[in-house]
């Protein structure tokens, strides 16, 4: 069965949420202890959700019963419920909450296990999720104790002198099996963190000789002497240990808080989330379900398009504060707000009652600040910049703000080569995004590379890069459209689903928006839908695939299954429902080869760090396995593309003159250094719980980090130059907002503008040094060169007899 395009269902090839640990889940991130700082709220606490509030509703019901059905129905696998191990279920619903393994107990798990287990599938089938708030509440119980625990334990004298180790990632671990043994853990685990903000707040380089002090957590450090500052080069007063040592707990005192706060605003709707997307994952890692809050969220990354004020938002100290002012948008175009101020109040059209939000949930107060377009929302904003006390409402009228910073664009080089330079254009394709409907008005992938490419072309451009190495994946449909740009028609991708159905979609159009040189470089984090892209090029040898050795390696079809369709006058007056996005097909490249694992191989490697994280495909639990179906055939005229095919010999000319520059390149051997030093830290799992010795180990650090430094300073003094091409939707958003900001401006001498901000500006204008990035383009210029000698030795082969050659 072929399809030229996707039209019954949206699937999608997903976003991909690149993280490290095995799991990824936005509350489990917002819980991890071991590198996220929290905010700590000293001036307004939200209430902890009440424990009665924890039921399932009719809402709830109807969703879990939906994703068991659509597990069972359309899942790739074909698994019931029943077949899953209701164990390991449990198992990774405790870890999703607990992911260091720190505040449940071995018990707890063994007892949820034995109670649970046997019915859960039956349970679910109901639409039944006590468990899931049972075990919940056992964690925020274990929590609130933990917390109490730790902030009596701060008020006593740590001792920094042994030879005790801790290991932070304890994802792999078993939980403790007695609270004696929690505590154990919890005693190096807040020595380590202790150590950490000493570390962070001493003077590198300075001897704890100086910086003696007679308390008890460094009496075995520094047992003698009395002086207890230091001056430094800029004339201030250096911290005593003993200073850092109370900064230090509060800082630790004040991350608990946090976390408290946190746990206690959960709400039943998370849970259930929660424990929904740990029942997909284990069919797979991106099956998910979705609240209606999420689902809002994953279309507005879909189409790069919302209805709001145009306004970044963020928890600071239990006060919503404006972080940024999207360009062109309500919130930048009425002139009276900017960064730093907060929201403490909002209010629906021009008579709604004015809803104090101070220390309520963020994520309450973006949904009541959003709404439809056109409707008023008024805001009581307490300035950024003034006096605290003072307090303005400011009447906003929702739009559609369009999030260009998303979008595609594109970039123009001048690379050397020989005694001139040439031209070479790249397109920075952050992922596939779309309405999935033509004709909709939003933005499309296909659309803005194809004008990004016309943009190109007027300049001149000899070679274009699609840079994916960022793309996380996106629209499947969008995948194929584009992958038409450069290919005048054929197959790009098969889909098959679990009962071995194979769809073949194809490129149906003619057209070729680019028929020059083409390279696309790719990373460990380019995956699904960018992976189709890439391989399907490299199967029509219409691209060379440059970068890490293999993309990421997802293979999977999502389909997005909405609750809210559907229904008439009455449902819609209903709570709105989630989704359940569930894999239903794995693809495979035109030659019959899966990407699920295996990825996309490179044609030319570079050197990277990505090869030492732990990204791929197969690093998630679950992840289904790699297989093949039979490849297929196409033939189609390529005369106009035929100069620019990459064949293997092209490849290995390629390789070796990038082999060559591997080699005696200064930019290579900083690479090279940097991914030698990484490889190490990242092997080091055990860190000592002495603070000379972690003293002597942070010298050694910033040392190499200066030493680096330095010589990134004088690597990047060697860019290309290069021009920035923008879509015009991005233009006319960046015309509006520099006439906005001209507008409110007040006129200004360039005395009255402060050094330290000029230094600033100057600092961040500094361009990043992208050694894949130059390489990439290198290569491009190599292969123009090559093509270049091969036309003019046609053309003179080609001379009539007599001739004159030059």
């Known amino acids: 069965m072929k399809h030229s395009y996707v039209s019954e269902v949206a699937y999608i090839v997903s976003f991909l949420s690149i993280v490290i640990y095995k799991h990824h889940s936005t509350l489990r991130q917002a819980l991890m202890l071991a590198c996220a700082a929290f905010l700590w709220i000293n001036v307004a606490h939200a209430e902890a959700v009440d424990v009665s509030a924890f039921q399932t509703t009719s809402t709830m019901r109807d969703e879990t019963k939906e994703v ?203 849970v259930q989330e929660t424990f929904l997307t740990a029942l997909t994952h284990q069919y797979d890692p991106h099956s998910t379900f979705m609240s209606a809050d999420t689902l809002e969220e994953f279309s507005i990354a879909m189409r790069n398009s919302l209805v709001g004020i145009g306004a970044v938002l963020s928890d600071t100290d239990g006060y919503c504060t404006i972080r940024e002012l999207l360009p062109g948008g309500p919130a930048e175009r009425s002139g ?187 990373s460990r984090f380019s995956a699904s839908a960018s992976e189709i892209t890439a391989g399907a090029l490299k199967n029509h040898q219409r691209a060379l695939i440059v970068g890490d050795k293999l993309t990421h390696g997802k293979g999977t079809v999502q389909a997005v299954f909405d609750m809210n369709r559907g229904g008439n006058w009455f449902t819609s007056l209903r709570p709105r429902k989630g989704a359940a996005k569930v894999t239903v097909q794995k693809y495979y490249l035109p030659d019959g080869s899966s990407t699920q694992i295996e990825g996309v191989k490179s044609d030319i490697v570079l050197p990277s760090i990505n090869e030492y994280l732990a990204v791929g495909e197969g690093e998630f639990p679950h992840a289904l396995a790699w297989d093949s179906i039979d490849s297929l055939e196409w033939d189609y005229d390529n005369s106009h593309v035929e100069d620019f095919l990459v064949n293997q010999s092209i490849v290995e000319q390629l390789q070796s003159q990038s082999q060559d520059r591997q080699g005696s390149l200064e930019e290579f051997g900083y690479l090279r250094e940097n991914i030698d030093w990484f490889k190490a830290r990242q092997e080091q799992k055990e860190f000592s719980l002495n603070l000379e010795e972690r003293r002597s180990r942070r010298a050694s650090d910033n040392d190499f980090r200066e030493l680096m430094e330095g010589r990134y300073d004088t690597l990047a003094a060697l860019n290309y130059t290069s021009d920035e091409i923008l879509l015009n939707v991005t233009e006319e958003q960046n015309r509006e907002h520099d006439a906005l900001v001209a507008a409110q401006a007040q006129p200004a001498d360039a005395a009255d503008i402060p050094v ?24 491009m210029a190599d292969w123009i060169a090559i093509a270049q000698e091969a036309g003019e030795s046609q053309a003179l082969a080609a001379a009539p007899a007599g001739e004159p050659r030059s």
Do not use: C
């Open 68 to 270: 068991v059905g659509r597990l069972e129905s359309s899942h790739y696998l074909g698994q019931t419920i029943a077949d899953l191990d209701q164990n390991e279920f449990i198992a990774d619903y405790m870890t999703d909450w607990d992911t260091q393994r720190m505040f449940f107990l071995e018990t707890e798990l063994a007892d949820f296990q034995r109670r649970f287990s046997p019915s859960l599938d039956k349970m679910l089938s109901r639409g039944h999720l006590m468990p899931a708030f049972e075990i919940f509440l056992e964690f925020r119980q274990n929590v609130e104790s933990r917390v109490s625990w730790v902030q009596k334990r701060l008020n006593e004298p740590f001792d920094f002198s042994g030879v005790t180790t801790y290991a932070p990632d304890r994802s792999e671990a078993e939980w403790p099996v007695s609270i004696a043994e929690a505590n154990v853990l919890w005693e190096r685990r807040l020595q380590f963190e202790m150590l950490n903000e000493l570390l962070s707040l001493l003077e590198p380089g300075t001897d704890l000789n100086d910086l003696r002090e007679l308390s008890p957590e460094i009496a075995k450090v520094t047992p003698d002497g009395v002086e207890t500052t230091v001056e430094i080069e800029d004339g201030a007063t250096q911290k005593t240990l003993d200073e850092a040592l109370v900064e230090a707990r509060e800082n630790i005192g004040k991350r608990y808080d946090r976390l408290l706060r946190w746990v206690q605003e959960i709400e039943p709707i998370d």
């Open 756 to 779: 330290g901000e000029i230094e600033i500006e100057e600092d961040a204008k500094k361009a990043a040094f992208d050694i894949q990035l130059r390489e990439g383009l290198r290569i």
């Open 336 to 522: 009276k707000l900017k960064p730093e101020d907060q929201i403490v109040g909002v209010a629906q059209d021009n008579d709604g009652e004015m809803v104090d939000v101070i220390g309520m949930k963020l994520s309450k107060i973006v949904k009541m600040i959003r709404g439809k377009k056109g409707t008023t929302v008024r805001l009581k904003i307490r300035p950024g910049d003034g006096d605290p006390s003072v307090r303005k409402t400011i009447t906003l009228t929702r739009d559609e703000i369009k999030l260009t910073a998303k979008l595609a664009k594109a970039e123009v080089f001048e690379v050397p080569a020989g005694d001139k330079t040439i031209a070479i254009g790249v397109i920075d394709l952050p992922a596939f995004y779309g309405s999935g409907e033509p004709g909709s008005g939003y933005n499309s992938t296909t659309e803005d590379v194809e004008e990004l490419i016309n943009k190109l072309k007027e300049i001149g451009v000899e070679g274009i890069v699609l840079d994916l190495r960022a793309n996380g994946g996106g629209l499947l449909s969008e995948a194929i459209r584009l992958t038409g740009l450069f290919i005048p028609v054929g197959p790009v991708v098969q889909v098959r689903d679990y009962v071995g159905q194979v769809q073949e979609f194809l490129d149906d159009d003619p057209k070729v928006a680019w028929d020059g040189p083409l390279m696309v470089l790719v």
